[in-house]
């Protein structure tokens, strides 16, 4: 079992930065691969950036490449999103995920934070 909670969310000046916190509890989190996700309303669940387990692997959803850097802590059972240059259609509520396997879909994922909200004023 693993329970995520994330934090850092909040109101940015589109072309400002942020970076999201996520803490996860359970002695097998180094195992998991790692990813952000986010939701817009209205809108589906979309893949944002996952890390492997060791760290040493990053993928990027497109619209977030060059602007987002994930990077996990497993001595702080720790995964992070720095986020820079956002725009207003990086508006959503952002959620932490953990999955056995890497994928972009969210119905593969786990176990899941409860989310927080970034707002990106234009």
């Known amino acids: 079992q693993v329970q995520l909670v994330e934090s850092g969310g909040g109101l940015v000046q589109a072309g400002g930065s942020l970076r999201l916190s996520c803490a996860a509890s359970g002695r097998t989190f180094s195992s998991y691969v790692m990813g952000w996700f986010r939701q817009a309303p209205g809108k589906e669940r979309e893949f944002v950036a996952r890390?492997?387990?060791?760290?040493?692997?990053?993928y990027y959803a497109d619209y977030v490449k060059g602007r987002f850097t994930v990077t996990r802590d497993n001595a702080k059972n720790a995964v992070y999103l720095q986020m820079k240059n956002l725009k207003a259609e990086d508006t959503a509520n952002y959620y932490c995920?953990?999955?056995?396997?890497?994928?972009?879909?969210?119905?593969?994922?786990?176990?899941w934070g409860q989310g927080t909200q970034v707002t990106v004023a234009s």
């Open positions: 995920a953990a999955a056995m396997n890497s994928s972009q879909y969210a119905t593969d994922w786990h176990y």
């Open positions: 890390v492997t387990w060791s760290g040493l692997s990053t």
